[in-house]
């Protein structure tokens, strides 16, 4: 079994300030890890995934996030928000060979002016 | 990237009655279809994966006889929630995986958001 804790449920940042969003998961094999990122009343984006190689990985809208085996965490960084990241973002992981995705239970980010 | 498609979108519906929410791959086959489902100000819970051509596979505690889902085609699922009731209201979310490549990303459709009253 997995599960994924994200262990904030709402993050308030100025707008230009950098932001952490923060992911742990548990899981007894080893794990793909995703972030994906849902507007109001639509689907999920996928903003970018980890699946082996460098730790540190780059997606998209200037986000990035790092992979750290040791303490099962897979944060989500950008060093200067935009009003239009204000969203929900969900950290997500599944096992090798298993489609199944197993969600965090969000945080929704809001950018302040 | 690949295109799924929910339709619709939203619906609005009477207690009783049943409801098809339809969830489409536009540009890539998919053997295998995700349904979740999302409470308010909650996370995505899968409520059943979808085979082509055979019995969709229910996470523990969905009725698979309150959720009808049907796998048709490699670019179709549907799934028809039966008998709504108030507390079917919910959004709904699919999603599929692009086999072409590998099986590392998930694309989610829109979401329909179902209301029943």
């Known amino acids: 079994a997995q599960s994924v804790t994200q262990l904030d449920s709402q993050v308030p940042v100025f707008e230009e300030a950098p932001v952490e969003l923060r992911c742990n998961y548990s899981s007894s094999v080893s794990v793909y890890l995703f972030w994906y990122v849902q507007y109001p009343n639509q689907g999920l984006q996928l903003l970018l995934k980890y699946l082996s190689g460098s730790t540190l990985v780059k997606g998209i809208n200037g986000f990035e996030a790092e992979f750290n085996k040791s303490q099962t965490s897979f944060h989500l960084r950008k060093p200067s928000v935009h009003i239009s990241d204000t969203a929900e973002y969900f950290c997500a992981v599944s096992n090798f060979g298993n489609e199944k995705l197993t969600f965090g239970t969000g945080t929704r980010l809001t950018i302040i002016p | 990237g690949a295109v799924v498609s929910q339709h619709p979108s939203w619906v609005i519906c009477k207690s009783g009655t049943s409801v098809k929410i339809e969830c489409r791959s536009l540009d890539f086959q998919a053997t295998t279809m995700f349904w979740y489902r999302q409470f308010p100000k909650q996370s995505l819970m899968l409520m059943a994966t979808?085979?082509?051509?055979?019995?969709?596979?229910?996470e523990q505690g969905v009725e698979k006889d309150k959720f009808l889902i049907n796998h048709a085609s490699l670019t179709l699922s549907t799934l028809t929630v039966t008998s709504a009731h108030p507390e079917d209201s919910s959004f709904y979310i699919c999603?599929?995986?692009?086999?072409?490549?590998?099986?590392?990303?998930?694309?989610f459709g829109q979401g329909t958001r179902l209301t029943v009253v």
């Open positions: 999603s599929a995986r692009d086999g072409d490549r590998g099986n590392t990303e998930a694309f």
């Open positions: 979808s085979n082509e051509g055979s019995k969709a596979t229910y």
